[in-house]
C-alpha cells in the first residue's frame, strides 16, 4: 500500500470509528461508492468495516452493509458509463488481452464471473468485470442483486471475524490474498464441473445447443 493511501486509510479510520452511526453510515456509502467507481482505494473499504466493527461490536448488524450499499452504487456508475459507451470505450480503457479473457469468463460461467471477483479481496481484480459487465449489456437487475449478496457476504465476514480478531483479519487478507483466491477460484471450477457432470448440467448444455 502507498504511504498517502496508508496515512488516508488511518486518518479514515479514526474518523470512522469515532463518529456516530448517523455520520459514519453515509461516509461509509460516499467513500465505498468512489472506490467502486471513480477512485480505486485498495482495501479501504475492507480497513475500515474491520476498523468499525472491532471498537463497536454491535455495528457488526448493519455497518457492514453501509460498505456493501456504497459499493453497489459506485458499480452501477461504472456499468451504466460502459453500458453507454459500449465495447468502444471498454476497450480504450483496459488492454484488449484483458477484456477478451472477461469476456470469455462471462461466457463460460455466467453469473459466476461477477459474483467472485465482487466476494474476494485483491490482488482479484474487479473493476475490469463491472465495465465488461456494463458493455455486455448485462441484465441490471441481475448485476445489482449479484453485487450486493456478493459484497455484503464479503464485508459481513470481515465485519465478524474483526470482532473476535481485530486488524489481525486484515494483515491475514493481505498476506494471503493470492492463495485465498487461488483456493475459491479452484472451488469454482470443481463445482463447475461437477454441475456439468451431472444430468442436469448435460441437460442444460444441450438445451443451449439446440
Known sequence: MFDWLRALTFRLGKFIVHVPLYVAGPAMIFIGALDSSLLSLPEI??????????????????????????????????????????????????????????????????????????????????????????????????????????????YYTEGILAVFYGERVLRFLRDNGLMIVTIVGGMVLLALAIYLISNKGRAAVKAAKE
Not at 470469455?104 to 459466476?112: M, N, P, Q, T
Open 45 to 154: 473499504n475492507d480497513y475500515l468495516v474491520v476498523a468499525r466493527c472491532y471498537a463497536h461490536p454491535r455495528a457488526v448488524l448493519f455497518f457492514p452493509m453501509f460498505a456493501a450499499i456504497g459499493s453497489v452504487l459506485g458499480c452501477l456508475l461504472l456499468y451504466t458509463i460502459l453500458k453507454r459507451g459500449g465495447l468502444a470505450v471498454l476497450h480504450r480503457r483496459f488492454k484488449l488481452e484483458h477484456v477478451q479473457r472477461v469476456e470469455s469468463a462471462y461466457a463460460r460461467f455466467g453469473i459466476l464471473a461477477l459474483a467472485v471477483p465482487a466476494l474476494l479481496p485483491p490482488p482479484m481484480p474487479f473493476k475490469i468485470f463491472i465495465a465488461t459487465a456494463g458493455a455486455l449489456q448485462f441484465p441490471r437487475r441481475r448485476f445489482l442483486l449479484t453485487i450486493l449478496i456478493a459484497r455484503s457476504l464479503r
